[in-house]
Structure formats: C-alpha cells, structure tokens
C-alpha cells in the first residue's frame, strides 16, 4: 500500500506539472498573439497616415499648378480643361500633318468664363487682331463702333490666350473658314454666348468679312468665320471685322485638302491648320 500510495502522488504531481507547462505555453501563445496583433494594427497606422500624406501632397500639387496657369491670364476663368479632355476631334487633329510645312503649337487648353469682361474699347479706336497660323498671318481690323459686345468679347478671349493652339475645324473652298473652337467639334464655346449684333438688312459677306458663328439666336460664343468669297449668307451673323492683310494666308489655308466632314459637307482639313496666336492691338 505504500508502494501504491507513492505511485499515485508521483503520478499527481507528474500531471500537475504538465499542466503546469501547458498553462504556461498557452499563455506564451497568447503574449505572441497580443504582440502580432499590436504590430499589424501599428503597421497599418503608419501605411495609412502614409497615403494621406500624399494624397495632401498631390492635392497641394494641383492646386498650385492651376494657379500658376491662371495667374498668367488677365481673368481667372471657371474651369479648364486639359488637352486630353477636348475631346476626340481636336485629339485627330493633332496627331495630323501640320499644313504649309509648319509645326504644331502648345495644345489649346478650354477655358471655360462666366461672361467676358469688359475691355474698356473705346468705339472709335482702331483695333486690329494678329492671328498667326500654321500658314502665315492675318490681320483684321475689328469693329468696335458696329459691333461692341462682339469685338470686347472676342478681345477678351484673345487676351486670356483662349484661341492660342486651336484649329481651323472648317475649310470650304470658295466659301469660308472657321475656327475659334477648342474642340473642334464645332459645338465648343468660351462658356457663356452674348447678344446678336447683326449687320442691317442688305449687307453681304463677301471675302474676307470675319464673322461669329452661331446656333440660332443669341448663341454667339467664341467661333468665327472669315469669308473665301461672296458667300451668300443673309444678314444673321454678327460682324466682327474685315481682313486687311493675309490674303495669301487665306489662299494657303484653302488650298488645304478636304474630306467629308460627319454632317457630309466636304469641309474636313486632313491637315491642321493651328491658330498659334492671336495679339490684340489697339489705338486711339
């Protein structure tokens, strides 16, 4: 009896033991498991304060930019829009040949105005606007006294660079071209339209009238068109001016091969001509 009473306290005491170090294995586990977890809920922490960081960053980037950009203009305009989202019709024209062996300007950036502001022309100033194209210049003589809205609005927009690397979209031989569209698409626009001023009843738009495209009433935006030849358009289309010099551009920009434009009229350029700049002067 003895004999079994020692065997049964050696075998209590080996299974208290045992239990022993498992308890304190367990509790190792447990100690390791805390640890892990505290190191993962650290390690997100730092990786998501890391990703705001530069998400500040960058935010703090853009906006930096966009001011710079239009701190160069004369008016802050309400949105731009960058090249890539003019849309694909200006997109196919820059991946054109350039016409009359030029190269290709800056791409336009759409600017996008509440309304234009106001110039302060005096009416009898003689104002006269460059436009510089891949084939050579323009000059036009705008018309301030016959047309104030449609030549301060126009100057307005030359100022803010807005025609700066757009396109002539339209060239029907014989008949005009047009441009003034950042889009190129024909439907593009400086954001707002102003008041028709048209010419009186009788009036015709032979060569080298420069007008405003328009939509219908009241829908005049920043697109215009000067006339290769007597025209035959009715008296709908406000006046900006009259060209004085650059015939032998207008010449070089009709004789740029056409094709089927979507509406069908044989007026698409296969080659671009850009407006690269477009300088107002004015005096008196």
Known sequence: MP????????RNREEKRKRLQR?????????RLIQSIWIAL?????V??????????????TTTTTTQSSSTTIA?????????????????????QVACGATAPPPARQMQFDAPEDQQIDPAATVTATIATSCGDI?????????????????????????????????????????GDPTSAGTGGPGYT??????????TYDRDVVAMANSGPDSTGSQFFIALGDTGLKPGFSVLGTVIDGDATLDAIAAVPVAPSASGENSDPQETVYINTVTIDITG
Do not use: C, W
């Open 23 to 31: 308890a304190q294995r367990n509790a190792l586990l447990k100690r």
């Open 76 to 96: 802050e305009p309400t949105t731009y829009t960058t090249p890539s989202g003019l849309g694909p019709a200006y997109e196919a024209f820059r991946g054109r």
């Open 139 to 179: 000059v036009v003589q705008l018309d301030p006294a016959a047309a104030p809205q449609t030549v301060n609005s126009f100057v307005f927009l030359a100022r803010q660079g807005f025609f700066d690397g757009t396109v002539f979209h339209r060239i029907v031989p014989g008949f005009v071209i047009q441009g």
């Open 194 to 203: 102003i008041a028709d001023e048209f010419p009186p009843a009788g009036f």
């Open 42 to 46: 650290i390690v997100m922490a730092v």
């Open 3 to 10: 004999s079994e009473k020692r065997d049964r306290q050696h």
């Open 48 to 61: 998501t304060v890391s990703n705001l960081t530069k998400g500040s960053n960058t935010t703090t980037t």
